[in-house]
């Protein structure tokens, strides 16, 4: 099997929806009590956050082959 590049953009893109998905089934069980819309903002600063984790990791890549 070929190895693939690590790419940590897609790593904090999937743990910023599992806390996500964790924070509204929490919601849904009564567990966690916030307003609904307050997460929005938090999911999109997350998306934000891997992209210049992806832009940081492109960046060293290429640096590095050259």
């Keep these: ?3 693939h590049d690590f790419e940590p953009g897609k790593l904090v893109v999937g743990l910023v929806l599992l806390v996500g998905a964790a924070a509204y089934l929490g919601a ?3 567990d966690l009590h916030f307003p609904s ?11 934000c956050l891997a ?6 990791a492109f ?4 640096r590095r082959k050259g």
């Design 59 to 62: 960046a060293v890549r290429r």
């Design 37 to 47: 819309y307050a997460l929005l903002p938090v999911l999109v600063a997350g998306f």
């Design 1 to 3: 099997m070929r190895r």
């Design 51 to 56: 992209g210049v984790v992806s832009s940081v």
């Design 28 to 30: 849904a069980r009564g």
